[in-house]
């Protein structure tokens, strides 16, 4: 059971270079979100999914597209990066029943745009 | 919309020391959780905690949802207790979460 399981770990672009940053688990969640974290910030929520075919805006979606086609993966990609998406990517997966919310989240990925 | 706010943003304690942290939320939230992030980076969950009071070993963590606001206790504190403490607000049913900004905390042998 490897959780929640991102690459790359760390990534150069450089401005108006496109990528996707892959993401899977495999506990079989319904719901799968990207957040971003930047220095001295908490995290703030990019896009999420409820479900295989479903996705949604969070916070900060701009610049940013995602898709869900299997419940195990939710890749996101960088459409033309910008120096501004530099940050550390997060992808969560979260359980939640009654009395039990829970996310897991990955390693993260240290993206770096010059 | 949701805000959540944290103090202290940074707390440096002696190992053995007891240490509670605050977490402020707006009134729409009914989805409190708490985070610790690792100086490695890794994120933790530790709680579920939309009101009363749950523990787990030396962490424990009360929500008072009435006044809004949650508290997160650590006692008897280890080098390893530091990190980042994260407090998330959301609407139960919703799967968008918000995220103060953290306490730092730092523990000295």
């Known amino acids: 059971n490897a959780g929640v399981t991102q690459t790359p770990k760390f990534q150069v672009l450089k401005t108006g270079q496109s990528m996707t940053l892959q993401c899977a688990q495999d506990?079989?969640?319904?719901?799968m979100s990207w957040y971003r974290q930047d220095p001295g910030m908490g995290l703030r929520l990019i896009h999420y999914?409820?479900?295989?075919?479903?996705?949604d805006q969070g916070e900060v979606p701009n610049g940013y597209n995602v898709s869900r086609s299997t419940t195990e993966d939710f890749p996101l990609r960088l459409l033309s990066a910008a120096p501004s998406q530099t940050s550390v990517y997060f992808c969560?997966?979260?359980?939640?029943?009654?009395?039990?919310?829970?996310?897991?989240f990955g390693p993260g990925t240290r993206l770096t745009v010059l | 919309g949701i805000q959540v706010e944290q103090s202290p943003p940074d707390l440096i304690l002696q190992e053995g020391a007891n240490s509670t942290l605050r977490c402020n939320f707006s009134?729409?939230?009914?989805?409190l959780q708490w985070f610790h992030q690792n100086p490695w980076g890794q994120l933790i969950n530790l709680f579920y905690?939309?009101?009363g009071t749950k523990q787990n070993g030396r962490l424990s963590a009360t929500t008072v949802a009435t006044e809004r606001y949650s508290l997160l206790y650590i006692s008897s504190s280890q080098t390893t207790d530091s990190g980042v403490y994260f407090c998330?607000?959301?609407?139960?049913?919703?799967?968008?979460?918000?995220f103060g900004q953290g306490t730092r905390l730092t523990i000295n042998p």
């Open positions: 506990m079989n969640h319904e719901y």
């Open positions: 905690i939309p009101s």
């Open positions: 998330a607000g959301g609407i139960q049913g919703a799967q968008k979460l918000v």
């Open positions: 009134d729409s939230v009914n989805n």
């Open positions: 969560a997966s979260r359980y939640t029943r009654e009395e039990i919310d829970t996310q897991y």
């Open positions: 999914s409820v479900g295989a075919g479903i996705t």
